[in-house]
């Protein structure tokens, strides 16, 4: 016979509540449960009509006076001890997020918990939400390699849902079939050519050259966009919600690769119509020099294909508090010292430091112990000021950086033997 089933009482039978949890009998004096008036059993013995105790309980016998609850016989054991002791303690074999919604149930908070309980039931429910929103951004805002099963049914009853379903499974899995590994390695090649590419025309002999002479990189150019083009289309098409993925981070770094491409060249032919130089021109210009810069996107677009890049942009994502701090540490540290490092060596006229704009650049530089040279500290004030700028910058760098490493670590090894047994 289970522990709750029959209880040795010294009371009279109408001081005692009959509770029914799980199928499992218990029976408590009336004046135990009245010790925590304001929880789902204190409030229940305290009712005055029928309707309001099938408000508080799951079914009531007024004949037997007992009363029901469908819930977790192993939980309210613990609920039933905090009644007779007023120690509240948590079941280890249970899942937390089980546990605090069945204490939440009876009314009990998680900070009821006593000490022993309460320090490694808050690090585990941490540990578990930060695991679960790590699986959720994994595979629904970075754009998962991996297909998610449970967006497949979602091709069904809609137009031509088995060639999509095949297209979708092809370009997003590179473990579906020999077909998508080999749309990913070509894939992943003309990128690497694209970028290759771009490298090559910024070097002076290739930029300066006449159109016959850097034809080659203008073709691979064209065929490296056509292919991106083709297949984001493919990827638009064959997506179940297309809204949704033009909203995948993965696939805003797509459409940024792709798109000044095309607006480069339509700003190029209206500069062709309009042979006369005017402002708007030269603005036009302008525009035209920024979009270029844009290709560097094609760079982000290997995260689609590498676990390496896509963990570290899952770790930025889940450090941005860590980051934010690392960022007000520098930024707060740069002021104080551009500022001290000013008033130390104005007096000097060989020193470079003339203004304290000038000084931040110092003290960025000294911070992050980059240390360039260009601008330094003459007087012997000022190399103390920028010893102590350098070791204060050892410190704020190197607190956040192991909570960022850590989770990068995490995560990477969370993740890599996913791939090596999909893979195999």
């Known amino acids: ?31 135990i449960l009245l010790r925590f008036p304001n929880t789902r059993v204190g409030q229940l ?44 303690h948590a079941l280890e074999e249970l899942c937390v997020f089980c546990f605090s919604q069945e204490i939440e149930y ?27 929103c790590g699986r959720s951004s994994n595979a629904g805002s970075t754009g998962e390699i991996s297909v998610v099963g449970s967006d497949l049914w979602r091709f069904e009853g809609t137009w031509c849902s088995d060639v999509r379903k095949l ?53 691979l150019e064209l065929i490296c966009i056509t292919f991106f083009s083709v297949e984001f289309a493919l990827r638009v098409i064959a997506a179940p919600r297309p809204l ?43 525009v035209v020099q920024v979009l ?44 104080f010292f551009s500022t001290f490092i000013y008033y130390t060596e104005k007096e000097d006229a060989s020193s470079k430091l003339s203004s304290i704009p000038i000084c931040w650049w110092w003290a960025i530089i000294s911070m992050t112990t980059v240390g360039y040279g260009d601008v330094y500290p003459q007087t012997a004030a000022g190399r103390i000021v920028a010893t102590l700028c350098i070791l204060c910058g050892l410190l704020v760098v190197s607190l956040p950086i192991t909570i960022i490493m850590n989770k990068f670590s995490k995560y990477f090894d969370k993740n890599t033997p996913k791939r090596r047994l999909s893979a195999a």
């Open 1 to 31: 016979m289970m522990y709750g089933q029959v209880l040795h009482h010294q009371g009279r039978e109408e001081d005692l509540v009959n509770l029914n949890v799980g199928g499992i009998q218990h029976k408590v004096e009336r004046c």
């Open 45 to 88: 013995i305290q009712c005055c009509s029928d309707a309001a105790i099938l408000e508080l309980c799951d079914d009531y016998s007024p004949a037997e006076q007992e009363y029901y609850f469908d819930r977790s016989p192993q939980v309210f054991h613990c609920v039933l001890n905090f009644y007779r002791t007023g120690h509240f």
């Open 106 to 132: 009876w009314g009990i908070g998680e900070l009821d918990l006593e000490a022993c309980c309460l320090e490694w039931f808050l690090e585990r429910k941490d540990e578990r939400e930060q695991n679960a």
């Open 167 to 219: 297209m979708w499974q092809t370009l997003e899995d590179p473990n579906h079939s020999k077909c998508s590994k080999g749309v990913a390695a070509v894939s992943v090649l003309v990128i690497l050519i694209s970028i290759v590419a771009m490298c090559v025309h910024s070097m002076p002999e290739f930029r300066y050259a006449t159109d016959s002479e850097h034809s080659v990189l203008d073709s």
């Open 244 to 286: 949704k993925f033009l909203g995948n981070p993965l696939n805003m770094i797509d459409v940024a690769s792709i798109l000044p491409f095309y607006v480069t060249l339509a700003f190029e032919s209206l500069d062709e119509d309009d042979g006369e130089e005017n402002q708007s021109l030269v603005n036009m210009g302008k």
């Open 292 to 335: 270029r810069l844009m290709r560097a996107f094609r760079v982000l677009k290997l995260a689609r294909h590498s676990e390496g890049v896509r963990a570290f942009g899952e770790t930025l994502k889940s450090c941005q508090c860590e980051v934010g701090l690392l960022i007000l540490f520098i930024t707060v540290g740069m002021s």
